[in-house]
């Protein structure tokens, strides 16, 4: 069983940036597609960003698309989701998820989640 263990959020002004890191242990980090999506008050969870195994194939949200940029090291097992010129509707809880798949995917297919961190960004 894998866990894992999100960075502290925080809070940012609009046009601003921060990076969330998620570390990973328990199972072979390195195997699978690491996922991130994100759940805003009132929302359904939606996903944000996802990263294959070897770091070689990512896919992002519209909404996030050129803003976000989701990476890995693998020698760290750790994901990180660097999020630039954030907008308040990218407030949310941020969650980091190992994927049941190898490659990265539109349509990831989760597995085990992290405890989600919270991100307010402020107009």
């Known amino acids: 069983q894998v866990q894992l263990v999100e960075s502290e959020g925080g809070l940012v002004q609009a046009g601003g940036s921060l990076r969330l890191s998620c570390a990973a242990s328990?199972?072979?980090?390195?195997?699978?597609?690491m996922d991130w999506f994100r759940q805003a008050p009132g929302k359904e969870r939606e996903f944000v960003a996802s990263?294959?195994?070897?770091?070689?194939?990512?896919y992002y949200a519209d909404s996030v698309k050129g803003r976000f940029t989701i990476s890995r090291d693998n020698a760290k097992n750790t994901v990180y989701l660097q999020m630039n010129s954030l907008k308040p509707e990218d407030t949310a809880v941020y969650y980091c998820?190992?994927?049941?798949?190898?490659?990265?995917?539109?349509?990831?297919?989760?597995?085990?989640w992290g405890q989600g961190t919270q991100v307010t960004v402020s107009s």
């Open positions: 998820a190992v994927d049941r798949m190898r490659l990265a995917s539109a349509t990831p297919q989760p597995g085990s």
């Open positions: 328990g199972r072979t980090f390195s195997s699978y597609a």
């Open positions: 990263i294959s195994w070897s770091g070689g194939r990512t």
